[in-house]
């Protein structure tokens, strides 16, 4: 029996947020009904007759081999009455990239990014806030889909001034992932008949920050620069984990956590056409060393996260010239776990550096390439098939052609058509991270070729 849900839902969205709206819309504001999308669709093969393998081993590879992805932006400007507050209304519906044709099924993994209303003119012209669900993030690194600094997925809300060249913003909020770490559920015998499901454990994480930016121009041809403080702080209740569904007794008691980050980011902008360059860092500990939507691992004998430490230092720019355009971008990350070993697996270096620049043959074709080399070394050693052991340093070196066809503009405007050739070179120890069954144990060359396509333009919001 087929499944229409998808379908339902895509109509309800469309009745809601598209039809409704326009019935009222006035036709001489500016504000109203606007539709933004980020995209990617990626067919492609390893040439050898299967799908294309991820290879990257640090935490944040080049993104040119990740699949199919899709969000959805649907927002409502309402029109200002008076001199009252603007309010926007703002939501993201993504899916993953499971499509029917790469599956055969009807099935649409999906999920809503945003869900939130946000005013600005509050009381005060520079006065804002917003509540509701929401990616509340800063400047990316793109050539990785990274965001380095401050990137908090939660549920809450917030507050900010915004002037002419400076801004702050607070914010706080929830964040839960249906993991047995945060959240569990139990059968227990109903006091009627059968059983029940109850909630046995609740761990909301709370996400609490604030952000200072400064803008600044420095002549008068354009160029300028910003600087950006950053401080984050998390915290997590006790609660109790059952191992074993029948013993109640069998149970792990994990104590009240806590985490914070501290940043930095200083750019410039406006030295050539559409080019800029971000230099970011980020020190971390407790849960903040782990990221919002990633399980902690390697506790210590309390089960608490204290210890653990990240330091990530990164960068990011974008050069254009007549003729060529140069994207490049990298990180430096040392990570920490919380447990005593520090000579371990789960603690280690990383970076990478990756470097795009095209060749611009016309407006609308650029022939672009992609240099990467990324390398991660462990603090503790590997064991080895024929049982011995090793200080593993792998590393992986990518090369990547890509013609393209786009809107013209500049390495940043989208839509894109690509062709894509990627061959990935690791070395032995790279090889030793994947099981013995997996074919990238097995090959110190690893190829990808495909087709991609890549869309974005956004409703805009703060």
Avoid at 248 to 253: E, G
Avoid at 309 to 334: C, D, I, P, Q, S
Avoid at 360 to 385: C, D, M, V, W
Avoid at 433 to 462: I, T
Wanted: hydrophobic share 40%.
């Amino acid at each position: 029996m087929k499944n229409y849900s998808f379908l339902r839902l895509l109509a309800g969205v469309v009745l809601i947020f598209v039809v409704f709206p326009l019935l009222s819309e006035d036709p001489e504001s500016e504000r109203g009904v606007v539709f933004g999308s980020y995209g990617r669709v990626q067919p492609a093969t390893d040439l050898e007759g299967g799908s294309p393998k991820w290879v990257n081993i640090v935490s944040h590879g080049s993104r040119l081999e990740q699949g199919s992805y899709v969000e959805l932006d649907f927002a409502y400007l309402f029109p200002q009455s008076g001199d009252g507050p603007l309010f926007d209304f703002v939501s993201t519906l993504a899916f993953s990239e499971s499509l029917f044709h790469g599956s055969g099924k009807w099935a649409a993994l999906s999920t809503i990014r945003n869900l939130f209303v946000r005013a600005d003119n509050v009381i005060w012209k520079p006065l804002g806030m917003w509540v509701g669900s929401r990616m509340y993030r800063g400047d990316d690194i793109y050539l990785l889909d990274f965001w380095p600094l401050d990137e908090a997925n939660m549920y809450g809300g917030g507050i900010g001034l915004f002037f002419d060249d400076f801004s702050v913003e607070y914010y706080i909020g929830f964040n839960r992932l249906e993991t047995d770490w945060q959240y569990q559920e139990k059968r227990v015998v109903a006091e009627t008949f059968g059983t029940e499901s109850i909630t046995w454990m609740d761990r909301q994480r709370l996400v609490t920050g604030l952000k200072y930016q400064h803008d600044l121009s420095l002549n008068d041809s354009g160029l300028g620069m910003k600087w950006k403080l950053f401080g984050e702080f998390q915290r997590i209740g006790e609660g109790d984990k059952y191992l074993d569904p029948v013993d109640t007794d069998n149970q792990i008691v994990y104590p009240e956590d806590f985490g914070w980050s501290v940043g930095a980011q200083l750019g410039f902008h406006g030295f050539a056409p559409n080019s800029f360059s971000h230099l970011f860092v980020k020190y971390s500990g407790g849960l903040g060393a782990y990221g919002l939507l990633t399980v902690p691992h390697g506790f210590d004998i309390n089960y608490k996260t204290t210890d653990a430490r990240e330091f990530l230092l990164g960068f990011t720019l974008n050069h254009e010239m007549k003729w060529l355009a140069t994207m490049a971008a990298g990180y430096v990350r040392y990570f920490e776990d919380a447990d005593s070993n520090k000579y371990d697996n789960d603690d280690y270096w990383e970076y990478i550096f990756v470097i795009r620049p095209h060749i611009i043959l016309h407006r609308n074709f650029y022939l672009a390439f992609e240099f990467s080399h990324q390398l991660k070394k462990t603090n503790g050693l590997h064991q080895l098939p024929d049982n011995t052991h090793k200080n593993l340093v792998p590393q992986v070196t990518k090369f990547s052609i890509l013609p393209l066809v786009t809107i013209g503009g500049g390495s940043y405007e989208r839509p894109q058509l690509r062709v894509v050739y990627t061959t990935a070179i690791q070395n032995d120890d790279a090889k030793y991270l994947y099981r013995p069954e997996d074919v990238r144990s097995q090959k110190s060359v690893m190829h990808y070729f495909g087709l991609s396509a890549e869309w974005w333009f956004n409703v805009g919001h703060r």
